[in-house]
């Protein structure tokens, strides 16, 4: 059974950090691309960060860039999501979501989310 489970969201003031984290089971991660979305109520689902196989290859939302660093660590099968300098705006569901190629062909898998709330 595939599953991705997120932990690390909670409340933060503005300026601060949190680190999100992704844990894989199910697949095998090294197989897959990894991304971070975020959702707010009425708002589509935004791309914040992604990481393919290794992590020389990353790209981020230019909302985060330079403030947000995505890492994965294969043998813990875990993707990372570094927050810095938060913004208010910063605050959303964050998705964790796996994109792998295998026999069956696109295989896509999402987390649950966890909240990020940014506020004084």
């Known amino acids: 059974q595939v599953q991705l489970v997120e932990s690390g969201g909670g409340w933060v003031q503005p300026g601060g950090s949190l680190r999100l984290s992704c844990e894989a089971s199910g697949f095998t991660f090294s197989t897959a691309v990894m991304q971070w979305y975020r959702q707010t109520p009425g708002k589509e689902r935004e791309l914040v960060a992604h990481i393919g196989y290794h992590e020389s290859n990353t790209t981020f939302a230019d909302s985060v860039k330079g403030r947000f660093a995505i890492s994965r660590d294969n043998g813990k099968r875990t993707v990372y999501l570094q927050m810095n300098s938060l913004k208010l705006d910063d605050t959303a569901v964050y998705f964790c979501?796996?994109?792998?190629?295998?026999?069956?062909?696109?295989?896509?898998?999402w987390g649950q989310g966890t909240q990020v709330t940014v506020s004084s």
């Open positions: 979501n796996a994109v792998r190629v295998d026999g069956e062909g696109l295989l896509e898998y």
